[in-house]
């Protein structure tokens, strides 16, 4: 078992770009401790455009990062929303367990704020322009798997998209080929749902808050709505970081999936040597190397 | 598009056992509706002496199918804290996000019931005497997935060990060799730690419940714990099936795994065809596909 485990010890070194003296050398930091040693340089801030706060009934917060580089029209939808005051007063709707939390349908009668786009599919985008850390794993959904300017990324070599792993957000949709207006959106809260990759557009991804989203009662009506809107959870209002005064802004920072930091988290991810594990797995998938996200200052 | 997804489709339906011809005449079933229309003969019982039944203190009940066949002594050492009340009263004093829910060490130094064993490793098992249904899919952490009498099951052909996926339940322990003596269990709540594979043994699987051991508050303290045991979710008692009479008995099922329903039902998760999906991702993995379970009667 040792040998085995030492076997796919260099071959993941190699991969990662960290030459086996490096590993063979560096004490078993876990993953953590990679993430709490990590130097400023490994981390991007969450630029206050593509921050998108949003504030619950019982005053707790969530921080999401939106992907205009993945769906930039969906994006702007949301953010057209969001000033539009459509997520004020409006509520988490469907809770349905190992799945996703949904909100922004609490009265989906209501009148739309001005400048919606209807949006084309956005399900991928080019791969050129794109620097994918690629993981070294074969995955069951995808050509190749990795990582990209801090999102969890899927691709063929000409087309690359978002996986839906935990705390990814998406744009819920109707039967296609509709691709939904962005007014209600889903955050995945259990075993990532490959399956929808491409089917969807996913927006963004909880980088502050998660629990609020995930802790909630799941409804008991069909595929987890509430059956009561006595059950639905109110939002108290959603805006965008830059529209705050500068000093005012939560600041949020992302790993740098191109940093070396990166490469170690990534690799301590599928070969865990701190003293708890006993058997390295000697490999990992693209949704269990969750790239770290903190709140700054 | 429309092409490689008719490709992907023809080679699952063989890597499965199905014939092209059924699946080209089939109707495009969403994997529950596959599920609502199973036969009865597509469900085994939840043996009353591996059904571990959990009343917390709001009186919502969790269903635990205990897994004999993988860890037989983890297993009675479970079965011996529950007849000796070690979790009577007891409470979950830990919640981490996207990881575990953990219940059982209210007060760690409290007196153990009699006929507790000190439990080998059991995080793996002969292979031989398992009838293992091989997903057709590349898997970063074994050589192969899938399921055998229910359970999902990683294997190298030689050893068979069950995998961490969202509602499985495993033993708490601390740093190697220590195997952990079972009074602290926990459940998986999030993206598959499949890493844990292997290197700590898992006993059994939520079937009915889930959603109460899921949506409790996230723990503020280190790795999830509760800082203050005012914030322990208590447990009001907890028995086995079988210690009740007959008539009272709750009964559940799980699908069986070589049933041609379960072989539909994974085909389908592998490759949704049905109205809302676009493109059949092709491939799924083994936590993604979720066997299976229901309350019976």
Request: proline fraction near 10%; glycine fraction near 10%.
């Amino acid at each position: 078992m040792k040998r085995r485990a030492a076997i796919a010890l260099s071959f993941a070194a190699a991969s990662f770009g960290l030459s086996p003296g490096l590993i063979a050398a560096a004490p078993a930091l876990a993953p953590a401790e990679i993430v709490a040693a990590a130097p400023a340089s490994a981390w991007r801030p969450v630029a206050p455009e593509n921050l998108l706060l949003m504030e619950m009934g019982d005053g707790r917060r969530v921080a999401i990062e939106l992907a205009p580089a993945f769906a930039p029209v969906h994006v702007a939808n949301v953010v057209a929303l969001t000033r539009g005051k459509w997520f004020d007063g409006n509520a988490v709707v469907r809770v349905q367990d190992n799945y996703v939390t949904q909100w922004g349908g609490a009265d989906p009668k209501r009148a739309r704020p001005a400048g919606l786009v209807k949006p084309p599919e956005e399900y991928a985008r080019p791969a050129s322009g794109l620097a994918l850390r690629r993981l070294p794993f074969a995955d069951p959904y995808a050509p190749m798997t990795g990582h990209a300017d801090g999102w969890p990324v899927g691709s063929d070599g000409t087309l690359a998209w978002l996986t839906h792993c935990y705390g990814m957000v998406g744009v819920g949709r109707d039967m296609p080929p509709d691709a939904g207006d962005s007014t209600e959106l889903y955050v995945v809260i259990g075993q990532s749902p490959r399956q929808l990759d491409r089917n969807i557009a996913l927006v963004g991804r909880v980088v502050g808050g998660m629990d609020v989203l995930s802790s909630l009662p799941r409804g008991t009506g069909d595929i987890g709505f509430y059956t009561d809107p006595k059950q639905n959870v109110p939002i108290r209002r959603a805006w965008i970081a830059a529209d705050m005064p500068a000093a005012e802004r939560p600041r949020y920072e992302v790993m740098r999936t191109d940093s070396p930091t990166f490469a170690a988290f990534a690799e301590a991810r599928a070969n865990r040597r701190d003293a708890f594990y006993i058997r390295p797995a000697g490999g990992v998938d693209v949704c269990n190397v969750p790239v770290p996200t903190r709140k700054a200052g």
